[in-house]
């Protein structure tokens, strides 16, 4: 019978092939339609491909802040046949993430990193797995001085060993790059591991690498098309290929650091994060349905190790670059610091309440720079209406922090880089609600408190003892972001660091 059906079709010109793809695109609309349910409004996509036609995916950011000029701040995109709920501007990532924080916590899907990860480890997890590492990694961060005096002294010995290095380039041109990152990455090392490495390090730096390369893979195209598409664009060639690569070396040297301490591990007295997980693995022994073991451990390692390394110097490197195009603005700070820290002696966090204006310069750094453009994927963790729409769920959400960032209620001229969007009328330090360089709500990122203290002491440390200066004229410096994807990647440069 299907082979008259088949036959009749030829004559009429329709093949084989032209019906298999009618099919798959009736089954695909069909699909679509069911799943929307009554998801907010959007564009409408193409069988699998979605909506990708319909974005510029070098600058996601923008094509979504087109398509809430038409569907509001709060509507649907296709990435592929998935959809997505875009959450655009502060009132509607406001009442998501804030709240109704419990139904938003879910971590929506991140198929580049899940496929390492697994679901284990601090950030990728969900429900009580979850729950349970968030408990654990807070309580002993906060054990181990994270927002206290003991991190802070960390951070100033390590802000030492970056002047240092800063000295030693001569006044010659340079890539601030790795400088900054083995200062930063050196921070959250001697809480997660228990020691630093030496700057001079060829392994240390090649982890730096394999990071810094991974994070910039995971904001470009092939790593969004990953995301979209990893049962085929992991049998498809490519740079994508890369990060599973450097993930697994990463892995290697974390296995070599767990080996190490439970070699020297004594359950009285723990020296850092890995040995208290260590200890809660010992407790727990022999609980089928425990969330502590070797694999959440190890993930929980590398979630911190990288997040606790990139983000904050890729902020520390994206400040450097606008500080050195708005030399007026840089000149204001180094004021503030010779008034209130001078030269005898180094920046505390004591300083921060007595110099507003440097307070303000560094929240609009991260305010202008938006390091993650749009937060990590979250998902709603049950059915939920949500301004009258129905979301399933396991629906994917996507707060757009960016967007709140440049909210035109919130800040003003909120393209242009301005330190008085956090200066009231009398130039003293004042808050803004509309500020989520961290997120917001219960996925907050635990190391909010350990980064803000790490972005004064490097910035102050390196105004007070250098002036930048860029190698091209500062009026040609561009702020655009080379790469906007997971991350806001900036342009390479170089710098000349002279003793003031």
Known sequence: MSSIMATGLE???????????????????????????????????????????????KDLVKSLGDMSKIYGPVFTIHLGPKPNVVLYGYKAVKEALVEQADIFSGRGEFKVVHRFTKGNGLVFSNGEKWKTLR?????????????????????????????????????????????LSRAVSNVICSIVF??????????????????????????????????????????????????????????????????????????????????????????????????FNIETLVMTSFTLFFGGTETVSTTLRYGILILMKYTNITEKIQEEIDTVIGKDRFPTMDDRSRM?????????????????????????????????????????VIPVLSSVHTDPTKYKEPQGFNPHNFLDENNQFKNNEAFMPFS????????????????????????????????????????????SGVGNVPTPYQLCAFPR
């Not at 206290?148 to 800063?166: D, N, P, S």
């Not at 002491?457 to 040609?476: A, D, G, H, K, Y």
Request: glycine share 6%; charged share 20%; net charge positive.
């Open 11 to 57: 004559m009429f010109g329709v093949n084989s092939y032209t019906l298999v793809l009618v099919s798959i695109c009736l089954i695909y609309m069909y699909l679509l339609h069911k799943q929307k349910g009554n998801l907010p409004p959007g564009p409408q996509g193409l069988p699998i491909w979605g909506n990708l036609h319909q974005l510029d995916t």
């Open 135 to 179: 408990r654990f990694a807070l309580t002993t961060l906060r054990n181990f001085g994270m927002g206290k005096r003991g991190v802070e002294e960390r951070i100033k010995e390590e802000a030492q060993f970056l002047m240092e290095a800063f000295k030693h380039t001569n006044q010659n041109p340079f890539d601030p790059t790795f400088f």
């Open 194 to 291: 228990g020691d630093r490495f030496d700057y001079g390090d060829k392994r240390f730096l090649m982890l730096l690498s394999l990071i810094n390369e991974s994070f910039q893979l995971m904001s470009s195209q092939w790593g969004m098309f990953y995301n979209i598409f990893p049962g085929v664009m992991k049998y498809l060639p490519g740079p994508h290929n890369q990060i599973f690569q450097n993930f697994e070396k990463i892995k290697l040297f974390l296995l070599e650091m767990l080996k190490r301490h439970e070699e020297t591990f004594q359950q009285d007295s723990p020296r850092d994060l890995m040995d208290c997980f260590l200890l809660e693995i010992k407790k727990e022994n022999g609980k089928p349905l425990s969330h």
């Open 356 to 396: 507003p204006y440097t307070d303000a310069v560094i929240h609009e750094i991260q305010r202008f720079a938006s390091i993650i453009p749009l937060s990590l994927p979250h998902s709603v963790t049950q059915d939920t209406y949500f301004r009258g729409y129905k979301l399933p769920k396991g629906t994917n």
């Open 440 to 483: 917001s709500g219960k996925r907050i990122c635990i190391g909010e408190s350990l980064a803000r203290m790490e972005l004064f002491i490097f910035f102050s440390t390196l105004l007070q003892n250098f002036t930048l200066q860029p190698t091209q004229n500062p009026e040609r410096i561009d702020l655009k972001p080379r790469i």
